[in-house]
């Protein structure tokens, strides 16, 4: 999971719908059927890049895949069409695995209030302003049947909350990982090994592996750095979408 930089203007489309349809919400409707922030799918997958903001799946298209929102419309309606309350996400983060799931501590928001109040999240923002998840997730490596398999770990309480609920660790997903890391992250180590004599050399690399839209870029920095790889070079760039 990488912090992603959301726009500060939101899509004109989606403040209309706001507009349209907010003053239809009240307590009475808590739970009912909430449409019209699909307007804003394809700001959220160009902002992100097509990456599901969870799980760093990159897709080839947005459609068929789903606006998350990041406070369940069906307990916080009035947040439906919140542009910061919207993230691009896969069926199987958003749908199968997180749902209307969002635990908390502290006191729930009051109806139509905004954004946190007392509410403090288990889950993880990946949209939140200068949030770094390096204190919440870590890509750790296991040897099973021969074969290295990387998987998040949670550091924190909400980076551990997050990963379990949010199924960050389901088989099909390691699968992804332990791909991307026999091929391109070896490569990418490989290449930094030949090329230790030369910083700007290794800087190239690191911004070929750390491009945007590049998928698994926060297993791509844990395993360098556990590889003790140098990235001194390119400190910031886990953390840019």
Known sequence: ????????KEPHALANARKTRLSKVTP??????IKGYGVAKKDLAEMQRLLCAYCEVRHMTEKWRDVEHYRPKSAYPWLAWTW???LFACK?????????????????LAFGSPPPGKERPYFLDPSAVGFDFRKH???????????TKWRPNGLSPEGRRTVKELRLRRPELVDC??????????MTADALVAHQASASDVADILTRAFQPGAQFRA??????DRSQLKLSLYPAKRTQP
């Not at 990982?177 to 070896?186: A, G, I, K, M």
């Open 137 to 147: 997730i870590v890509f750790r490596p296991d040897v099973v049947h021969r074969k």
């Open 84 to 86: 910061e309350n919207l």
């Open 92 to 108: 199987e983060c958003n749908s199968d695995a997180k749902g209307d799931q969002f635990p908390i501590r502290g006191t729930k």
């Open 28 to 33: 009475q409707t808590l739970g009912e059927d």
């Open 1 to 8: 999971m990488i912090r992603i930089v959301r726009p500060a």
């Open 177 to 186: 990982y332990r791909l991307h890391f026999e091929t391109s992250v070896q």
């Open 219 to 224: 297993l791509t920095h844990d395993a360098l």
